[in-house]
């Protein structure tokens, strides 16, 4: 994925944008400097002089797989800096583990709630790691700063990609590799690779033959509204679950990840099936926003989805779940 082509989709209007998703193209300009504050809540977005670090989907999809210091012994103290790399070393080892962690994980992971926290994806403190005394700090490949700092202190990094599906088992091996917990790193892989291919299956089966629904999935907008729409693209985590879930994403042709589109397009992909991850406590009225749309067939029929769970806004361990999800909405009848 080009850098400029990312740079040129979100320069000037992507502050805007409310909710912070734990991929590559919203996790820089677009996160809070705090984390949710309850349900529905929206903290103040950061407004950057200068949008830097656009898109982690830019630093080079396809590259190899994590992998961890195999010199080095098991880790018994760590701090984790994403959502996925806390649920990831929760899988495998549990939450004893861990001393500290981003903001958003305080906030998300309730298996991690209390512990000490050292700052937001785009600005995690230093020196408040240190503080902690980890000897590994599990966190994203694009936060090369914060982990070059770790390296210069004599504290080990492990860097994750987290950008498709196949990264979450890879991550969970690597994880379990860092912790001297390889036998239920793979036991944890080999149980979500099932789970995913048995979702696989059945969406399958729901299909009997008919063709897969064309899907629209909108990671961010504004509430009230359907200004500053964005939506998943391809080679993104969300485009591989769409179609492991049976159905086809409508913006699979979009030249980046994660396009910003406008109302005229939706009604010209018209999609069948409309998965809003817009996060609100009154899903109702989210999923009311879009019937001034009504000639799109997903409004027509009444297949708006809302979605409630941050588990879909990251990939991790309950990849699987988020899969089921998608899967029974896609596949639900109208409900008009």
Do not use: K
């Not at 000037?12 to 809540?41: C, F, H, M």
């Not at 029929?301 to 990939?315: E, F, S």
Request: with cysteine.
């Amino acid at each position: 994925m080009d850098n400029a082509r990312i740079r040129a989709q979100f320069a000037g209007d992507s502050r805007r944008l409310r909710r912070p998703v734990d991929n590559p193209v919203t996790r820089s300009p677009l996160l809070w400097t705090t984390p949710p504050g309850g349900p529905g809540s929206r903290p103040p977005l950061r407004r950057p002089a200068a949008l830097v670090a656009l898109a982690a989907l830019a630093f080079g999809l396809g590259c190899s797989a994590p992998s961890s210091d195999p010199t080095a012994g098991p880790a018994r103290r760590v701090v984790c800096l994403t959502p996925s790399s806390t649920e990831l070393v929760v899988a495998v080892a549990g939450p004893g583990v861990i001393v500290g962690v981003d903001d958003y994980s305080a906030a998300e992971v309730a298996a991690v709630r209390g512990r000490p926290t050292v700052g937001d994806f785009l600005a995690p403190s230093l020196e408040a790691i240190l503080r902690l005394r980890p000897d590994l700090v599990v966190l994203d490949r694009v936060q090369t700063r914060v982990a070059d700092g770790l390296r210069a202190a004599g504290v080990r990094a492990l860097p994750l990609r987290m950008e498709r599906v196949g990264d979450v088992a890879a991550g969970l091996r690597a994880v379990g590799d860092a912790l001297g917990r390889r036998a239920e790193a793979a036991a944890a892989a080999a149980r979500l690779e099932a789970e995913i291919a048995a979702v696989r299956a059945e969406a399958a089966r729901a299909l009997g033959g008919r063709p897969p629904p064309r899907v629209l999935i909108v990671v961010d907008r504004e509430l009230g509204g359907l200004g500053n729409l964005v939506a998943a693209g391809p080679n993104n985590y969300l485009d591989e679950l769409v179609a492991l879930a049976g159905g086809v994403n409508v913006l699979a042709d979009a030249p980046v990840a994660f396009p910003r589109i406008s109302v005229e397009e939706v009604l010209r992909r018209a999609p069948e099936v409309i998965i809003d991850a817009v996060h609100t406590a009154d899903q109702q009225r989210a999923a009311a926003d879009w019937d001034v749309l009504a000639t799109v067939p997903a409004v027509a029929t009444g297949r708006v989805h809302v979605l409630a769970d941050t588990m879909y806004t990251h990939p991790g361990p309950r990849l699987a779940e988020s899969l089921r999800g998608l899967a029974r909405r896609i596949h639900a009848p109208p409900r008009r």
